[in-house]
């Protein structure tokens, strides 16, 4: 039966991944060290900023070192806080469906963006509160496709909801990555992928794939485990 339901959060509520890529770009162009959307999509997407700056920097063979790289994250949170200000537009059906869910099933995100990335959009969203738990690039020292942060969710989502049979066959994650699957496949949860970053082909190992999260209501999620 199932007892949790785990969303990524860029790619699957928002489309926040040309915010990053722009936010990334305004970073590393002056460096020289800029790339294209396609490279992005590529080679970049599905890093959390701590990895997609260390392979920006090793694929052009230039070092670099911690105090550098934090500087980086930290300003790039800043250049993408600027963007987002603007405003931000949340996928077709994403609203409806978590706050379909929301109080009835423990819902987290598992996601290699910052919290300060996530909080303000969910906040535009009025979904700050719909989450019982949120992990986050803050939360793991390895990002996706490595299992580490689903499983930290799996635990933080069982000690926030005792009792609610949290375990990784009873809840389904949702995800736009190859590595984002892997990642939700490596800690033994099965994952909706959802089409918006990737062709279909791409989304192998999933158990259903949809376009849209309009396409998806808590019913159709508790029939798939
Ligand atoms: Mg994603």
Redesign the pocket.
Known sequence: MLAGVIF?????IVDT?PLHYRAFQTLLEPLGLGYGWDSYVADY??FDDRDAFREAFRSRGVPLKEPELAALIQRKGEVFLEIIAAGVKPYPGAVELISGISGRLPLAIC??ALRSDILPILEQFALESAFDIIVTADDVSVSKPDPACYRLTLERLAAACPGKGIAPESCIVI???PG?IAAALGAGIAVVGITT?YPAERLAGTIRIVASLSELTLDDLSLLV
């Not at 990524?8 to 699957?12: A, K, L, N, S, T």
């Open positions: 990524d959060f860029d790619g699957v991944e997407l599905g996601s290699g995800e736009d990555t984002g970053s």
